[in-house]
């Protein structure tokens, strides 16, 4: 009875007595609107852009030679003997394994430039938002897909892509 007594005054004086001191000010953003709407994530999905296009121009016009030059081979086939016509062909074959292995390699240019450049962007990213956590005293920040339902006022997207567009205008890709 004795213990039974004690363990109903701690109990009811640990349910009484505890306060929250401190109040957690959790924020979410949208990471993937700061990388493709800030104006250096914008400067760099038009610079890969364009680079990717000007890499298919030259792919297409070498691909354009190579089906003229395999139509001009099989019109010469009735004219040619068969070992000529085979030495034209494994030539052929090299340039179109060659045509591939560089059209490989300039699609792996623009996906490393484009790892390059969201790599840059969230580095630049990290310090702003702490910067911005530690002054609007923010103890938490989650990302936008991770956030079912939320007030409009706790998302600083908005916020952190302006603090962004004045310190990074641009990132160097080159």
């Given amino acids: 009875m004795k213990y039974f007594v004690k363990l109903v005054v701690v109990t009811f004086s640990l349910l009484f007595c505890t306060y929250a001191y ?8 949208d990471m993937k609107y700061i990388l493709n709407n800030s104006k250096a994530g914008k400067n760099a999905q038009d610079y890969l852009k364009k680079k990717f296009e ?77 910067k911005y956590t530690k002054d609007n005293s923010i103890t938490l920040v989650i990302n936008r897909q991770a956030v079912l339902l939320s007030v409009e006022e706790a998302n600083i997207t908005a916020a952190i892509v302006k603090i962004l567009d004045k310190e990074l205008p641009s990132l160097n890709l080159k």
């Avoid at 401190?22 to 953003?29: L, W």
């Fill in 22 to 29: 401190s109040e957690q000010k959790i924020a979410y953003m």
């Fill in 54 to 130: 000007d890499n298919q121009k030259k792919l297409a016009d070498i691909e354009k030679g190579l089906k003229k030059e395999e139509s001009d081979l099989l019109a010469q086939k009735s004219i040619l003997d068969a070992g000529e016509y085979k030495k034209k062909t494994d030539e052929l074959r090299k340039k179109v394994v060659k045509y591939q292995k560089q059209r490989r390699n300039l699609l792996d240019d623009v996906a490393k430039l484009r790892a390059k450049a969201k790599d840059q962007l969230i580095a630049k990213v990290d310090p702003i938002l702490l």
